[in-house]
């Protein structure tokens, strides 16, 4: 029997998976991490930290499913995107990486669009300067940290941390390099107009790569750490999102995924380049070589249900434990006691600030409408349509450049709840369907590293072999039509309260 190994470097947690030729997960491991908020809109990690989860994985799925390594054909990446990883001359970290959450890179967004130019920058890059995207991190560091800046050497991704520690290659891929604000997404190769505004040399970035080529292959020393074989290829692999859709099977033209997972993203295939001219979805490279995709990213999606949990659902916590389910089973319940509209109370996601569509780094968290009749049943539902609401934002302008969509495929955490799948099919107006395997990211690391070990052909074709619907669901008219009415009102909000957002965001620090 052949296997694959799939690595996704998440923003809570690493999950490492064990998958046979045919998708069918064999084993799973996950190692959870801190994430730091050293000021308020800032988000940081220690490296470290996703090396010891990644190899602590890795092993353990190994040893608890007794495949022999030698069966493993390749191993891919996947991770979340954009952080910056910043090495000196020994490879050593100099700092904590700044994460793709991180707001604190307004400044410097501006700085980057007055040195090259708001239409060169989307020419080249597919997108304005984002808080979120890693060159505007370069410049923070260069303007607030100007020591540790000179002893730069290496730029490198999350996941291309995890390479250069699994395998000794500097190297990335096409997808996840295009989130880096630094390649020109067209023809898929590093910018030169870039890295001269940034002050970024050439070998400071890794070799760049298709996410389904070879990049490296396990060393000797990690080979004992892990237990895998030296010698076993690795994968370039893929951002979590290019990843996620290849392990959605988003691999063709009118499929759609929408993931909810810390953040949300509508993600859809291009078979060709398309830019939405005002920056406010996504254009980057797709993990399948000579392919596209566009994304809507809302910022606070699964946070925002995970924050409330954390903060105002005690009772279903300690209910949850005496039941042994899931906290979040008897949350999704109370919600589901409640109709459509959540009683006229809303909530606007914008705990980290906001991307698709409003590119507001200021954007905060509001709730709307509260009255003496609400409680946490109201509170849970709109904070489900919330988020629901902000992945229609998504979807509508993917749909207005022409975009087809036949199928929508729900993933991630988020993916797992039937209310905010029925949610998803009555706001989008369209089927929303789940998968047999749930790894998402994982899987697509997964698959990448099966093309990369020889196992299968193409990415195409290891989709078509590994992936497989098991639900559907219908939209309901009526509920929709409700949403659509609430949506507008939910839209005028921001447009509300834009101005009051920056003006708070200079009573706090």
């Not at 389904?212 to 990690?222: D, K, L, Q, Y």
């Not at 968290?365 to 849970?380: L, T």
Request: charged content about 20%; glycine content about 12%; aromatic content about 8%.
């Amino acid at each position: 029997m052949q296997y694959m190994i799939g690595i996704d470097l998440g923003t809570s947690s690493t999950k490492t998976v064990l998958i046979d030729r045919g998708g069918r997960t064999v084993r799973s491991a996950t190692r959870a991490y801190p994430m730091a908020q050293p000021r308020n809109g800032w988000a940081e990690q220690d490296p470290e930290d996703w090396w010891t989860a990644a190899k602590e994985t890795v092993r353990e799925v190994l040893r608890e499913s007794g495949v022999d390594p030698s069966d493993v054909r390749g191993v891919g990446l996947s991770g979340q995107m954009h952080g910056l990883v910043a090495l000196d001359a020994e490879d050593r970290v100099l700092r904590p990486s700044i994460l793709w959450c991180d707001q604190r890179t307004a400044a410097e967004c501006e700085d980057l669009t007055r040195a090259v130019g708001a239409a060169r920058l989307v020419e080249i890059t597919a997108n304005p300067a984002l808080t979120g995207f890693t060159a505007s991190k370069i410049l923070w560091m260069k303007k607030n940290e100007p020591a540790l800046f000179a002893k730069v050497r290496r730029i490198l991704l999350p996941k291309d941390y995890l390479r250069l520690r699994l395998t000794g290659e500097y190297a990335t891929d096409v997808s996840d390099a295009s989130g880096m604000q630094m390649l020109d997404v067209a023809k898929r190769a590093w910018s030169p107009t870039m890295l001269d505004a940034l002050g970024v040399e050439p070998s400071w970035l890794g070799r760049m790569h298709e996410s389904c080529e070879a990049s490296g292959r396990i060393t000797e020393a990690v080979a004992r750490e892990t237990g895998l074989l030296p010698g076993t290829p690795v994968a370039a692999g893929a951002g979590d999102q290019a990843a996620g859709a290849v392990g959605n099977g988003i691999v063709r033209e009118g499929l759609v995924s929408s993931t909810i997972g810390t953040s949300g993203v509508v993600f859809a295939h291009l078979d060709q380049p398309a830019i939405d001219p005002g920056g406010r979805v996504h254009t980057f490279c797709h993990a399948v070589p000579g392919a596209w995709h566009v994304m809507g990213v809302t910022q606070g999606a699964g946070l925002s249900l995970q924050w409330f949990r954390y903060h105002f659902c005690e009772p279903e916590t300690a209910e949850a434990a005496r039941q042994g389910v899931d906290p979040y089973v008897l949350m999704d319940q109370e919600a589901a006691a409640v109709a459509p509209g959540a009683d006229g109370l809303m909530y606007l996601p914008y705990l980290m600030g906001e991307r698709t569509p409003h590119l507001d780094p200021f954007a905060r968290g509001v709730f709307f409408g509260i009255s003496a009749r609400h409680g946490r049943p109201e509170f849970i539902r709109a904070v489900l349509e919330g988020v629901g609401y902000s992945l229609m934002d998504c979807m509508d302008l993917i749909r207005g450049m022409g975009v087809s969509v036949k199928e929508v495929r729900a993933s991630g955490g988020g993916g797992k709840s039937k209310l905010w799948r029925a949610m998803q099919a009555d706001m989008f107006g369209a089927v929303v369907e789940t998968l047999t395997s749930s790894e998402g990211s994982a899987l697509g690391a997964a698959i990448l590293g099966g093309v990369a070990g020889g196992m299968y052909p193409d990415v195409r074709t290891a989709c078509d072999e590994t992936i497989a619907v098991k639900s559907r669901q219908e939209p309901d008219a009526a509920a929709g039509a409700v949403y659509r009415e609430r949506h507008a009102l939910y839209a005028s909000l921001y447009s509300s309260l834009k101005a009051d957002f920056r003006t708070l965001a200079g009573f706090s620090g």
